[in-house]
């Protein structure tokens, strides 16, 4: 879900480790962005072990953004990235007007 320069992003966490076995030592999960398909990816944010992500970043506005997300355990080894997802920001639109008020009226006396 995209709105402005946030993105909802939600994954399936992984159960096995590259061998094979069961992985129960997850900590969490990094997720980075590159405003460049395929990366380079250079910055990221550490969402721990939750499942979704919601970012923002109105720097992202009118921009398209892709977003890769690693599994990390607790000895700090890091996955390779995930599949990649790409969005297109579009540009925030203007708050609306607020009604204030008339200014006050001075006078000299």
């Known amino acids: 879900?995209?709105?402005?320069?946030?993105?909802l992003l939600g994954w399936t966490a992984?159960?096995?480790?590259e061998d094979g076995?069961?992985?129960t030592d997850l900590a969490?999960?990094?997720?980075?962005?590159?405003?460049?398909?395929g990366g380079p990816y250079e910055n990221f944010v550490?969402?721990?072990?939750?499942?979704?992500?919601?970012l923002d970043d109105s720097e992202w506005d009118g921009k398209t953004i892709c977003f890769v997300a690693t599994a990390m355990d607790h000895f700090g080894n890091e996955?390779?990235?995930s599949n990649e997802v790409c969005e297109d920001f579009p540009?925030?639109?203007?708050?609306?007007?607020t009604n204030i008020p008339n200014p006050p009226i001075l006078s000299l006396r």
């Open 79 to 81: 996955s390779e990235f």
């Open 91 to 97: 540009v925030a639109p203007l708050p609306e007007e």
């Open 21 to 23: 076995s069961e992985l």
């Open 1 to 7: 879900m995209v709105r402005g320069g946030t993105a």
């Open 46 to 54: 550490w969402v721990g072990d939750r499942t979704q992500a919601d």
């Open 14 to 17: 992984p159960t096995t480790n």
């Open 28 to 37: 969490g999960y990094r997720i980075y962005w590159s405003e460049n398909q």
